[in-house]
């Protein structure tokens, strides 16, 4: 079956321009959750959901992770306007939905804006954690040699770099929750990440803060025990 049959359409009105547009989301009903990868990328029995929580206006280009899309300031439109909207060629509608590629510039586009509207880092930090997924998805379809995606997955690690570091910044400055996860959460997918991409002292910083927390859930902290052994294993290495 194809994407659009888990997809319902739903209405905007774009922040921005004002103009009404049609976007697909995943129907709640339709997939089943079946995994999370080790940095929380949900996995879907029947399509890669991930695609679908980027929007981008086909009118004027304003674009965002779905959560943010509609929390912009009068300052940010203003940016968004002058720098994005102005060179922006508007395409009518979206289609009822996304092959990788087109997800891939919808969050490209979502970057550009977050650049633009000078976002917070845990928003930029969301933003390619996202982008490393979508990229990770079309290497699992097509394989991690596609001629179409040259380097597909170092360009996976960029973004996972990217990511990590936006969070780093983000902690120390804002405040939770933090795209809508929590301390403890944050915590957890920040080891992982630190771990991704070989830091494994400042992975094994962050678990240790979990065990010791006291409002930690026990099932972050059987998760953070079993990242402590692995880590041991590898300084073992
Ligand atoms: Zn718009």
Redesign the pocket.
């Known amino acids: 079956m194809a994407d659009k049959d888990y997809l319902l359409l739903r209405t905007m009105e774009?922040p921005?321009?004002g103009?009404k547009f049609k976007y697909p989301t995943v129907k709640a009903s339709s997939s089943k959750l079946i995994g999370t990868d080790k940095d929380l990328r949900p996995i879907h029995d029947r399509l890669d959901v991930n695609k679908y929580d980027a929007i981008m206006?086909p009118?004027?280009g304003?674009s965002a992770i779905t959560r943010y899309f509609e929390g912009v300031a009068d300052i940010q439109k203003k940016k968004i306007r002058e720098k994005i909207c102005s060179g922006f060629k508007s395409r009518g509608e979206l289609p009822e939905e996304y092959s990788y590629d087109i997800a891939l510039e919808h969050y490209k586009m979502a970057l550009l804006n977050a650049v633009v509207k000078e976002a917070k880092h845990s928003e930029l930090a969301y933003i390619c954690l996202k982008i490393s997924w979508i990229y990770r998805g079309i290497a699992e379809q097509t394989g991690q040699f596609s001629s179409h995606y040259p380097g597909i997955k170092e360009t996976e690690k960029e973004f996972t770099e990217k990511a990590y570091q936006n969070f780093t910044e983000a902690l120390g400055s804002e405040n939770f929750p933090m795209c809508g996860m929590d301390e403890t959460t944050v915590d957890f997918l920040l080891a992982n990440l630190a771990e991704i991409t070989g830091r494994y002292d400042d992975a094994g910083k962050l678990v240790s803060k979990i065990l010791v927390s006291p409002s930690a859930p026990a099932r972050i902290k059987d998760k953070a025990r079993d990242m402590k052994e692995e880590l041991l294993d590898r300084k073992k290495e």
């Open positions: 774009c921005v321009c103009e206006c009118i004027c304003y």
